[in-house]
């Protein structure tokens, strides 16, 4: 069945409501239609993500229900304990957030499955954190966390507490693939599964205990807490639970961004609501210069990542990338704890492959192994699920270049919300001490080698898009570029095709002779493909110098592809 065929068919088809063919019918650009219907909305380890509107390849009631009543035929396979312990179902502030996950616990309660559905918008780290206290088989955030406002998404859980890896989304898949038609998804009313004890709404004692058990991890009490913070939520799930986790630690100097406080699914002062970005600073750094705010701290809209920004000595503000952050964290939590004699026997960092190496050489000086997964916490936190199984390893942190950071394991994702709390502890010890953050992240530097990255994303959409994204790949497969500058190509690593500890993935990664590295892969929940640049030099000009060149020839060669 081509596209058009599945437009009409959506179109005739009495199952789908007016207000969906009215929406279709008001379409007049061929290649929205397509894009619209050309494919399902692919269900993988991420679970979905996609524009909001009518369409097989879109986020909808329609396509969020088909996944769900996949999810509900896996966890029966798995048994009556399963349905017992059920799911548990967290929503952010996105356009259509609640009413996605109403539908996901409707269906599953359809199936005698249990479910706990939080009564208002969570983090998602929260989420990985109910799962664990409560013990159910999986979980659900709806969520589309950093990517633009027409944008929503879909993540699903396993018992760990951490997302579903292969094996699981293969079950998924295969269930949804044994569907049929629409009409095939059982379905209760939010109240008969209420009556039935089968919708069970959660919310404040949830809370209550997972701020608790953040406060138990906080590494030092010898810290400034007058120390000043601006902190912007942009609009999303981070606002409350970060202020009050910082509240009861006891800093009294944390400014809200007030444009930036309350839910806004359109994020209508930021626009792309991605912390990575230093735009989305905007109104953080005007405060902030306001206040003479020692840090500025944005989490994206399901709070699991955050980003760091410190004042500099030019009265303004130098924004720190997901990189920097991390090894920052990773001197601090494992110097203070090695001082302190609680850094466990056979401790523990993991990072993702595209992630930068002075973390691991932090480490190394502290006698803790770093261990590489393949991009997404999913993997990262994988490890983690093995260690409480074989003992084998103590997790510590675990981090990836994309500004996510996770701080033991309370939860098996990345957290915004721990993570704020050890960025602000960290530099309020730091201050205490007269020191900025710049000035650690540079004794950092001058003891382990000045490290530079960049990462640029090449964005591509439609159909034409992710054609030619294949071809970026498969070009740079077969001819990787042998030098740049005096730089040789020493090592190429094909995470698709060859064997790694790291597992499979559509990444490549070339190592050079001077101890540089960059790596290509396409994003797997945008349309993009993305360059991962990183240098080691004696200066940090060296290393910065490395850099631009390999982004002038890398990336002219990656666009050359037609």
Not at 55 to 72: F, I, P
Not at 343 to 361: F, M, N, R, Y
Request: net charge negative; with cysteine; hydrophobic share 35%.
């Amino acid at each position: 069945m081509d596209y058009r065929e599945r437009y009409q068919l959506w179109l005739d088809d009495p199952y789908f409501d007016e207000e969906t063919k009215s929406e279709l019918r008001g379409l007049t650009d061929e290649d929205e239609i397509e894009d619209r219907f050309y494919q399902d909305l692919e269900f993988g380890t991420a679970g979905l993500r996609g524009k909001i509107g009518a369409g097989t390849n879109r986020m909808n009631v329609y396509t969020v229900s088909l996944a769900s009543e996949g999810l509900a035929r896996t966890i029966s396979n798995h048994g009556e304990e399963a349905k017992k312990k059920g799911v548990a179902i967290a929503y952010d502030v996105r356009q259509f957030s609640d009413k996605f996950a109403e539908i996901s616990a409707r269906v599953l309660a359809a199936h005698g499955i249990k479910v706990y559905l939080f009564e208002d918008i969570r983090p998602t780290p929260v989420l990985s954190y109910t799962i664990r206290k409560l013990g159910t088989m999986s979980g659900i955030v709806v969520t589309a966390s950093h990517n633009p406002q027409d944008y929503n998404g879909y993540k699903v859980y396993w018992e760990e507490g951490s997302q579903i890896l292969d094996d699981i989304a293969e079950e998924i898949l295969s269930e949804i693939g044994d569907i049929g038609h629409f009409n095939n998804i059982k379905m209760l009313s939010l109240q008969e599964g209420k009556d039935k004890g089968l919708i069970e709404i959660i919310g404040k004692e949830i809370d209550d205990d997972y701020t608790d058990k953040l406060l138990k991890m906080a590494i030092n009490e010898n810290i400034d807490k007058d120390i000043k913070v601006v902190f912007t939520p942009l609009n999303g799930t981070g606002n409350i639970p970060v202020r009050r986790v910082l509240r009861e630690r006891g800093f009294n100097n944390i400014i809200v961004v007030p444009e930036q406080e309350n839910p806004d699914y359109t994020f209508a002062t930021v626009g792309y609501p991605n912390p990575e970005d230093t735009k989305a600073f905007k109104y953080a750094r005007n405060l902030g210069l306001k206040e003479k705010a020692d840090i500025l701290l944005a989490t994206d809209p399901d709070c699991d990542r955050v980003a760091l920004a410190v004042r500099n000595t030019e009265n303004d503000y130098t924004y720190l990338n997901g990189n920097q952050t991390g090894a920052l964290m990773v001197y601090y939590i494992l110097s203070q704890r090695h001082e302190k004699g609680d850094l466990p026997e056979g401790s523990a960092i993991v990072k993702s492959i595209v992630t930068g190496d002075l973390g691991k050489a932090i480490a190394n000086k502290y006698g803790v192994i770093t261990f590489e997964t393949l991009t997404g916490f999913k993997h990262i936190c994988a490890k983690a699920n093995e260690w409480d199984i074989n003992n084998a390893f103590k997790f510590i942190f675990g981090y990836e270049e994309s500004i996510g950071y996770v701080y033991q394991d309370l939860v098996r994702d990345k957290d915004a919300v721990v993570s704020s709390m050890i960025i602000v502890e960290m530099a309020a010890y730091y201050k205490s001490m007269g020191k900025s953050l710049l000035e650690v992240l540079e004794e950092v530097y001058q003891e382990f080698g000045y490290f530079r990255e960049k990462q640029i994303s090449i964005v591509l959409e439609g159909v034409e898009g992710q054609q030619r994204i294949k071809r970026m790949m498969e070009d740079i497969r077969h001819q990787p570029v042998e030098s740049i500058g005096n730089m040789m190509l020493q090592k190429t690593v094909d995470f698709l095709r060859d064997e790694t500890d790291a597992g499979r993935s559509n990444v490549l990664k070339y190592y050079l002779d001077d101890g540089s590295w960059y790596a290509i892969r396409p994003s797997g929940t945008e349309p993009k493909i993305k360059l991962y640049i990183y240098s080691k030099g004696k200066t940090r000009v060296e290393a910065e110098e490395k850099v631009a060149l390999i982004e002038k020839v890398v990336r002219h060669r990656m666009e050359s592809v037609e």
